[in-house]
């Protein structure tokens, strides 16, 4: 690809990266589910603007440079397929600014409605002190976790000391390391006994036939946190059976399980999952009671 001499505006640039990236059938779905909103994602961030710039700056001319920038950002998109969020080292989750690279997944959680509403109304807000956010990855649960309640402790673990560091980065980047206790550990192996409010975890839960057929933009994401197994349940079915020894008698459980859900609900069909809802109609993330775990027979056979 060579840079079209015609291109000189910022409103330029938009509408061309909005053409050639539908010409190119990319994939949409970190971050972004439309050309347009992948096209303004890496051109204002790029040129170091705010997503709420005033319209009559999209007419402003470019320099070299900043064309230059661009084009080349744009074409690594096309060929390479790298999603938006790793060529400009920034996503948004609930909100906030995380900085990505390929160490970590690329936030998109629903998780996020909930930590927004703040859990309710399943659990009272000041009662909430102590949240572990399990296969962390970017920080972005547990820290926004911190920004919805400034006086809880929240442990944030994951295997992948890789994660961790970009974990940390995000602790720092929003004043939260002192809140945010990160933690190396295989889900809850090397995890002290401690009594959490509400667990949640985001947890690798692509099965595999399914990880045969993602599209090209996931395969830049960390393997470690997409694989589980031939159901994309074998880190579920664990954090399932773990979770009431680290839960308080009134703690929550919540876990996105994504498209696996139905392989769950076939597996457990006893269990009394609630299912939850989202604005944006997304689906596979369940809650469970402490009380309910506790009374439930949980195996991995």
Same mark, same amino acid.
């Given at each position: 690809?060579?840079?079209?001499?015609?291109?000189?505006?910022?409103?330029? /640039?938009?509408?061309?990266?909005?053409?050639? /990236?539908?010409?190119?059938?990319?994939?949409?779905?970190?971050?972004?589910?439309?050309?347009?909103?992948?096209?303004?994602?890496?051109?204002?961030?790029?040129?170091?603007?705010?997503? #709420?710039?005033?319209?009559?700056?999209?007419?402003?001319?470019?320099?070299?440079?900043?064309?230059?920038?661009?084009?080349?950002?744009?074409?690594?998109?096309?060929?390479?397929?790298?999603?938006?969020?790793?060529?400009?080292?920034?996503?948004?989750?609930?909100?906030?600014?995380?900085?990505?690279?390929?160490?970590?997944?690329?936030?998109?959680?629903?998780?996020?409605?909930?930590?927004?509403?703040?859990?309710?109304?399943?659990?009272?807000?000041?009662?909430?002190?102590?949240?572990?956010?399990?296969?962390?990855?970017?920080?972005?649960?547990?820290?926004?976790?911190?920004?919805?309640?400034?006086?809880?402790?929240?442990?944030?673990?994951?295997?992948?000391?890789?994660?961790?560091?970009?974990?940390?980065?995000?602790?720092?980047?929003?004043?939260?390391?002192?809140?945010?206790?990160?933690?190396?550990?295989?889900? /809850?192996?090397?995890?002290?006994?401690?009594?959490?409010?509400?667990?949640?975890?985001?947890?690798?839960?692509?099965?595999? #036939?399914?990880?045969?057929?993602?599209?090209?933009?996931?395969?830049?994401?960390?393997?470690?946190?997409?694989?589980?197994?031939?159901?994309?349940? #074998?880190?579920?079915?664990?954090?399932?059976?773990?979770?009431?020894?680290?839960?308080?008698?009134?703690?929550?459980?919540?876990?996105?399980?994504?498209?696996?859900?139905?392989?769950?609900?076939?597996?457990?069909?006893?269990?009394? /999952?609630?299912?939850?809802?989202?604005?944006?109609?997304?689906?596979?993330?369940?809650?469970?009671?402490?009380?309910?775990?506790?009374?439930?027979?949980?195996?991995?056979?």
């Amino acid at each position: 690809m060579n840079q079209p001499a015609e291109l000189k505006t910022i409103r330029d /640039f938009l509408r061309y990266a909005t053409s050639v /990236f539908n010409e190119a059938d990319l994939y949409y779905g970190h971050g972004t589910d439309n050309a347009w909103d992948e096209a303004v994602a890496l051109i204002l961030h790029t040129l170091h603007l705010p997503h #709420d710039i005033n319209a009559a700056v999209l007419d402003a001319q470019l320099i070299e440079k900043e064309r230059q920038a661009i084009f080349q950002l744009i074409h690594r998109r096309i060929t390479e397929r790298i999603p938006v969020a790793y060529l400009t080292h920034e996503a948004w989750f609930n909100g906030l600014s995380f900085y990505v690279d390929e160490r970590v997944l690329i936030p998109r959680s629903s998780i996020a409605e909930l930590i927004e509403e703040q859990f309710q109304p399943w659990i009272e807000v000041d009662r909430v002190h102590h949240i572990l956010d399990l296969c962390t990855g970017s920080g972005c649960i547990a820290i926004a976790c911190a920004k919805a309640f400034p006086e809880a402790i929240i442990d944030a673990s994951d295997i992948s000391e890789e994660a961790l560091a970009v974990a940390k980065i995000n602790a720092l980047k929003h004043f939260v390391d002192e809140q945010v206790h990160l933690h190396q550990s295989d889900l /809850f192996n090397t995890l002290p006994i401690q009594q959490y409010d509400i667990i949640i975890s985001n947890p690798p839960y692509v099965g595999a #036939d399914e990880m045969a057929i993602l599209p090209k933009e996931y395969h830049h994401e960390p393997a470690i946190g997409l694989e589980a197994g031939e159901d994309g349940l #074998d880190y579920v079915v664990q954090i399932m059976r773990e979770a009431k020894h680290y839960l308080k008698p009134k703690g929550l459980l919540i876990v996105e399980v994504g498209n696996s859900e139905a392989a769950l609900m076939e597996r457990f069909p006893d269990l009394p /999952f609630t299912w939850m809802t989202f604005k944006n109609g997304d689906t596979g993330v369940f809650l469970l009671t402490a009380e309910e775990l506790r009374d439930m027979d949980i195996t991995d056979e």
